[in-house]
Nanobody
Framework: QVQLVESGGGLVQTGGSLKLSCAAS????????IGWFRQAPGKEREFVAF???????????DYADSVKGRFTVSRDNSKNSIYLQMESLKPEDTAVYYC???????????????????WGQGTQVTVSS
């Protein structure tokens, strides 16, 4: 069974940085997609970034326009963890951040929350102005 556990959230000032972690266990797919989403109070869950992997090698990556150039997805194979490095944070980045996973490489749905089967519990990111 796939389990995802996020960590690394916190309170940061505008312009600051945070690195979120998504520890994955039980992922036995040879090809899979990891997505990052966020949800602010009163708003729908929105896409942040995704990356696909095959045999441990990254393939396709994409980011929401609102975070492009500021956020970066990476992975540490030795720790079975995926990271979201967030730079130049803005108050509008404040939200609960989730990582999600699904087997396969089909990116047609990769920006939609409904396309993922497994979710972490989320980690709160608050950016003060």
């Amino acid at each position: 069974q796939v389990q995802l556990v996020e960590s690394g959230g916190g309170l940061v000032q505008t312009g600051g940085s945070l690195k979120l972690s998504c520890a994955a266990s039980g992922v036995t797919f040879s090809t899979y997609t990891i997505g990052w989403f966020r949800q602010a109070p009163g708003k729908e869950r929105e896409f942040v970034a995704f990356r696909t992997w095959s045999g441990g090698s990254p393939l396709t990556t994409d980011y929401a326009d609102s975070v492009k150039g500021r956020f970066t997805v990476s992975r540490d194979n030795s720790k079975n963890s995926i990271y979201l490095q967030m730079e130049s944070l803005k108050p509008e980045d404040t939200a609960v951040y989730y990582c999600a996973a699904r087997g396969g490489l089909d990116v047609a749905w990769a920006k939609s929350a409904s396309g993922y089967h497994y979710w972490g519990q989320g980690t709160q990111v608050t950016v003060s102005s």
